[in-house]
């Protein structure tokens, strides 16, 4: 049974950072392509972020290019976000997703075959 866990989300203030962090069980981690997708109330699931199966490709939304890292270690089993510089207009759900197949990072969610529970960030201004 394949499980995508969440974690590190929370309220922040305009300009500061957080780290989240999904783990994953029940597959083959290193298999996967993983990537991070968001909701805000009222809107469409977007894309954020998205890394290859061996972290050595990423690709990353416009708004929040320069802004937020993705990376992954493959022996942990874990996907990170690393959002710095937040603005409120970051404010949603963040999901984390996984893909099969070792190729290129996948911006679309149709793509992803394992989603999250997702984890609230909240910034307030």
């Known amino acids: 049974q394949v499980q995508l866990v969440e974690s590190g989300g929370g309220l922040v203030q305009a300009g500061g950072s957080l780290r989240l962090s999904c783990a994953a069980s029940?597959?083959?981690?290193?298999?996967?392509?993983m990537g991070w997708f968001r909701q805000a109330p009222g809107k469409e699931r977007e894309f954020v972020a998205a890394?290859?199966?061996?972290?050595?490709?990423?690709l990353y939304a416009d708004s929040v290019k320069g802004r937020f890292t993705i990376s992954r270690d493959n022996v942990k089993n874990t996907v990170y976000l690393q959002m710095n510089s937040l603005k409120p207009e970051d404010t949603a759900v963040y999901y984390c997703?996984?893909?099969?197949?070792?190729?290129?990072?996948?911006?679309?969610?149709?793509?992803?075959?394992?989603w999250g529970q997702g984890t609230q960030v909240t910034v307030s201004s």
């Open positions: 997703a996984g893909h099969r197949g070792r190729r290129a990072p996948a911006g679309s969610p149709y793509e992803y075959d394992y």
């Open positions: 029940g597959l083959t981690f290193s298999s996967y392509g």
């Open positions: 890394i290859s199966w061996s972290g050595g490709s990423t």
